[in-house]
């Protein structure tokens, strides 16, 4: 599942497929991955296409849900990662907090460390998590364990917008904090002036789209997870040979 469809309980993200202009043709990974017979470079391909935003620089954070089911190509992304992942994580630099491993499927969130860090110093974003509970000190640690216990429970954490780094104005649009209306269908549900906006999912799905290419290019996916971060957070566009 490429991404996490929390939109049948009405939450903030939405299924990308419901994207409307934000829709693209690009190789997929279930076509990618008959390029990977390794198992490691398998699951980095996975990895990286779910990530690319992350990998980039352009999103401190993201969702990856990963099913417990064998793929057309005859292997299991779960088990891969049951194997692989916690590995190929800390060679990437990023980080990584299980929320929720309920046997079918597993969700993660896939994060830059110091990016979260900047953004949970933001006084902005300290207002609305403390404002839904969440700790005072905003350490980290301490935000992501309430955020795992909320995942846990009943419902979802409408929240995790904040974390998932969209624009806090859509993030109190939707909880129904200001007075914004419903703008549009992105990959979330945008409110208010729509541009700043709609110009961050277009470089979102820039984001995906150029890994796709790159994989479909040769890339290989183990060198993307490992250098697509540093050249992120050097604010440059990462290259791969073939």
């Known amino acids: 599942m490429a991404r996490l469809d ?36 398998c699951l980095a391909s996975f990895l990286v296409l779910e990530v690319a935003e992350v990998l980039q620089g352009a999103k401190p954070a993201n969702l990856v849900s990963i099913a417990n089911r064998r793929r057309s190509c005859g292997r299991n992304p779960y088990l891969l990662w049951m ?31 110091e990016a979260l860090d900047e953004l949970l110093a ?10 839904v509970g969440y700790p005072q000190s905003l350490n980290r640690e301490a935000v992501l364990q309430e955020l795992t216990r909320r995942v846990a429970g009943e419902g979802f954490p409408h929240e995790i917008g904040v974390f998932l780094g969209y624009p806090l104005k859509d993030v109190v649009g939707f909880l129904g904090w200001a007075r914004l209306s419903f703008t549009c269908q992105g990959p979330w549900k945008i409110f208010g002036e729509p541009s700043q ?46």
């Open 6 to 41: 929390r939109n049948q309980e009405g939450g903030l993200l939405s299924r990308s497929s419901e994207a409307g202009p934000f829709q693209e043709v690009r190789p997929g990974w279930q076509v990618l991955s008959a390029q990977f017979p390794d198992d490691r470079e």
């Open 83 to 113: 194997e692989h992942g916690a590995a190929l994580v800390a060679e990437s630099g990023l980080a990584v907090r299980e929320l929720a491993d309920r046997g079918n499927s597993i969700l993660l969130l896939l994060y830059r460390p």
């Open 122 to 131: 933001k006084k902005s974003v300290a207002v609305i998590l403390g404002k």
């Open 197 to 242: 906006s709609l110009s961050l999912a277009r470089l979102h799905r820039e984001c995906r789209c150029q890994m796709s290419q790159r994989l479909a290019a040769g890339c290989s996916p183990l060198e993307c997870l490992r250098g697509a971060v540093r050249a992120g957070l050097a604010g440059e566009m990462f290259s791969c040979a073939a």
